[in-house]
């Protein structure tokens, strides 16, 4: 950049070499002068970017000799606009190139104009240091604000009188994205329609992109047909009027519809007012997402102590759900289970056909995933999705899917949020697997006793009874009708001693291969024997393809998930344990049993007796059996069996 300051009375603004630099991006030229007019009406330079030295003391003396009409002889290509502000003439932008190349955007070099007019009619008025105007009430109001929509109601109820009713709009810089977001509540407009107001901040042809990337204000009087505003959003907003103003570090401030023509005096108001409302979008911004961050920790602390007290896991999770809908700001959030039917909350308007892309992406196993869709024009606020898989001990149960109705991806905090939900979701249903394998357990248990006392004691009496009545039958001095009836109620104990043998037979039976119920068996044993805290897992598929498991593979599994317990608790010392079936490669089932406690899988001291009675038993179905030393101490046994 190149700024003559003799050929004029003054330096040319810093607003004005910004703008410069701007135009000569945007139009593609390969340079971009300002002039302005000497007292003698000779056109000068105020300033030139892409010039050379020896260019610009020619374009000087060709300018003092002949006018601007020696642009057109000194360069093939020359693109201009004059700087008018209410009517006066304050200089003119000209964009030139030395070929006939065609230039880009050559609609927008009035814009720029009308800019630069801005620019230089703030440069000669008195500064506007320290007329920041007061805004106390809108800082007491945004502490008291839920959302960004209820701050911009009352940003438009604090700003919009002083603009004589005016209507205002913010919009809301994202740098990771690079993009302008409309806030809710915009103009009065609704959300979605708010929400579909996202450009590039690096779209030449939008107004509040050029307005944040010079950090030069914008005003027009004529909205309809203005180039320098895309009309599908004057159309939506319904904007006759438009004075936009950056805010600093943070966005745009657009104010709109004024019952009068904005004037220099307006650009100056919203100058001045500018710096406090970009610190209280900014201030507003952080407390509503440190409220939501606090929100989500506490609906997940809920879940989380609800899981841990083995309350039903869908009376929940559904609640829950709903909660994060409204906590992440979204309109859909589900439990997509490979096994059932999604669990789902709702929130806003529905949207079918989104919702069945969502649910069936949920269902092709994405992984961890997130994307944005971006508005497709006015009224479309474009779509948001994100997945995280649902994972219990590395094996996939399902995914939670989220979907938000809005062109913004799911912040950090809430994906962070989202995952351990996901977690939880897994944990619940663990935790309820674990809780039916128990009730199961509890129902054995109770039968096999029920089948003890029926035995021990009704079965045994009526046999007693059956000896005293033959007892009755073996004398000589029983007449024949006594003996008859004796026999008939003889009879009668003998069935009913039969019926009693078939319902305890009945009920002490238990499923021949039922590996999951087998093992839960043993844990809660060598828990209540040993007084030890052990964790069961049992993958889904390896008991569904344990279901018709032979019975000695499915004895050598429980022998080795015994012995390994018991193992523990005499030798472990004070630890956790963990029981864990899985099914490897489709074919295998791994019997793992692990802890973290003193034990050593080497240590001289533990007995090797009953290791290698299980290698052998192992061994005999075709299995192998490894012991060793866990990673940070304990011991690791691992059982590997044909799943046949």
């Known amino acids: 950049m190149t700024a003559l300051a003799p050929t004029v009375a003054q330096q040319p603004p810093a607003a004005v070499v910004a703008l410069v630099a701007a135009a000569r991006r945007t139009l593609g030229s390969e340079a971009v002068i300002v002039l302005a007019e000497r007292a003698d009406g000779i056109p000068?330079?105020?300033?030139?970017?892409?010039?050379?030295?020896?260019?610009?003391?020619?374009?000087?003396?060709?300018?003092?000799?002949?006018?601007?009409?020696?642009?057109?002889?000194?360069?093939?290509?020359?693109?201009?606009?004059?700087?008018?502000?209410?009517?006066?003439?304050?200089?003119?932008?000209?964009?030139?190139?030395?070929?006939?190349?065609?230039?880009?955007?050559?609609?927008?070099?009035?814009?720029?104009?009308?800019?630069?007019?801005?620019?230089?009619?703030?440069?000669?008025?008195?500064?506007?240091?320290?007329?920041?105007?007061?805004?106390?009430?809108?800082?007491?109001?945004?502490?008291?604000?839920?959302?960004?929509?209820?701050?911009?109601?009352?940003?438009?109820?604090?700003?919009?009188?002083?603009?004589?009713?005016?209507?205002?709009?913010?919009?809301?810089?994202?740098?990771?994205?690079?993009?302008?977001?409309?806030?809710?509540?915009?103009?009065?407009?609704?959300?979605?329609?708010?929400?579909?107001?996202?450009?590039?901040?690096?779209?030449?042809?939008?107004?509040?992109?050029?307005?944040?990337?010079?950090?030069?204000?914008?005003?027009?009087?004529?909205?309809?047909?203005?180039?320098?505003?895309?009309?599908?959003?004057?159309?939506?907003?319904?904007?006759?009027?438009?004075?936009?103003?950056?805010?600093?570090?943070?966005?745009?401030?657009?104010?709109?519809?004024?019952?009068?023509?904005?004037?220099?005096?307006?650009?100056?108001?919203?100058?001045?007012?500018?710096?406090?409302?970009?610190?209280?979008?900014?201030?507003?911004?952080?407390?509503?997402?440190?409220?939501?961050?606090?929100?989500?920790?506490?609906?997940?602390?809920?879940?989380?102590?609800?899981?841990?007290?083995?309350?039903?896991?869908?009376?929940?999770?559904?609640?829950?759900?709903?909660?994060?809908?409204?906590?992440?700001?979204?309109?859909?959030?589900?439990?997509?289970?490979?096994?059932?039917?999604?669990?789902?909350?709702?929130?806003?308007?529905?949207?079918?056909?989104?919702?069945?892309?969502?649910?069936?992406?949920?269902?092709?196993?994405?992984?961890?995933?997130?994307?944005?869709?971006?508005?497709?024009g006015a009224g479309d606020p474009g779509w948001a999705a994100f997945y995280v898989p649902v994972l219990l001990s590395r094996q996939r149960m399902g995914t939670l899917a989220a979907y938000r109705r809005r062109g913004q991806p799911f912040a950090r905090a809430e994906r962070r949020a989202l995952a351990r939900m996901a977690n939880l979701v897994a944990l619940a249903g663990a935790t309820e697997r674990y809780q039916r394998q128990r009730a199961e357990l509890a129902k054995m248990q109770e039968r096999q006793r029920i089948a003890d006392d029926l035995h021990d004691d009704v079965a045994q009496i009526l046999f007693a009874a059956q000896l005293s009545l033959d007892a009755i039958l073996q004398r000589d001095d029983l007449d024949d009708g006594a003996a008859e009836a004796i026999a008939r109620a003889r009879g009668l104990l003998i069935r009913g001693d039969t019926a009693i043998r078939a319902v305890i037979h009945r009920l002490s039976s238990q499923p021949a291969a039922d590996i999951a119920t087998r093992l839960a068996s043993i844990v809660s044993s060598v828990e209540d024997e040993f007084a030890i805290s052990a964790r069961l897992q049992v993958a889904e598929d390896a008991a569904a393809r344990a279901h018709d498991l032979r019975r000695p593979l499915s004895d050598a599994l429980v022998k080795v998930a015994r012995e390994a317990l018991v193992n523990v608790a005499k030798h472990a010392g004070p630890c956790r344990a963990s029981v864990r079936l899985e099914l490897v490669g489709g074919e295998r089932l791994r019997l793992t049993i692990e802890d973290d406690g003193c034990g050593h899988a080497s240590a001289p001291e533990r007995p090797q007796h009953g290791l290698a009675a299980l290698r052998r038993t192992v061994g005999e179905q075709g299995g192998t059996l490894r012991v060793s030393a866990r990673p940070g101490g304990g011991t690791r046994v691992v059982a590997s069996l044909a799943a046949a």
Do not use: W
């Not at 604000?145 to 913010?170: N, Q």
């Not at 609800?306 to 709903?322: I, K, R, T, W």
């Not at 994060?324 to 669990?343: F, R």
């Open 44 to 376: 000068a330079v105020l300033a030139a970017e892409g010039l050379r030295r020896s260019e610009l003391s020619g374009l000087e003396r060709g300018l003092a000799e002949r006018g601007t009409a020696h642009l057109a002889r000194a360069f093939e290509g020359v693109l201009g606009a004059d700087a008018l502000l209410e009517g006066e003439r304050l200089g003119a932008l000209y964009a030139l190139k030395r070929d006939a190349s065609p230039f880009e955007h050559p609609e927008l070099v009035a814009t720029f104009a009308a800019q630069l007019a801005l620019a230089l009619g703030l440069a000669r008025r008195p500064s506007a240091a320290g007329r920041e105007e007061p805004l106390g009430e809108l800082e007491r109001l945004v502490l008291s604000a839920h959302d960004l929509e209820e701050l911009s109601t009352e940003l438009a109820a604090v700003v919009g009188p002083r603009f004589g009713g005016a209507l205002c709009g913010v919009m809301v810089a994202d740098r990771q994205r690079n993009v302008l977001q409309m806030i809710p509540g915009s103009f009065g407009a609704e959300a979605a329609v708010a929400a579909s107001h996202q450009v590039s901040i690096f779209d030449p042809c939008s107004n509040s992109a050029r307005v944040f990337t010079t950090g030069q204000a914008h005003l027009s009087n004529t909205s309809e047909g203005d180039a320098g505003i895309r009309q599908q959003y004057v159309d939506v907003f319904g904007i006759r009027r438009l004075l936009s103003v950056p805010l600093p570090d943070v966005g745009v401030l657009h104010i709109a519809n004024a019952p009068r023509p904005f004037a220099l005096a307006d650009v100056e108001r919203a100058l001045a007012l500018a710096p406090r409302i970009a610190s209280v979008v900014e201030l507003a911004t952080t407390i509503f997402r440190l409220r939501a961050q606090q929100r989500l920790e506490g609906i997940l602390a809920r879940v989380a102590v609800a899981v841990a007290s083995g309350d039903d896991a869908q009376g929940v999770l559904v609640p829950a759900l709903e909660e994060l809908c409204e906590a992440t700001d979204a309109n859909l959030l589900a439990i997509v289970d490979d096994d059932g039917t999604p669990l789902i909350a709702r929130r806003g308007p529905r949207d079918h056909a989104r919702e069945g892309t969502v649910l069936e992406e949920a269902g092709d196993e994405p992984g961890i995933r997130a994307y944005v869709v971006g508005p497709t």
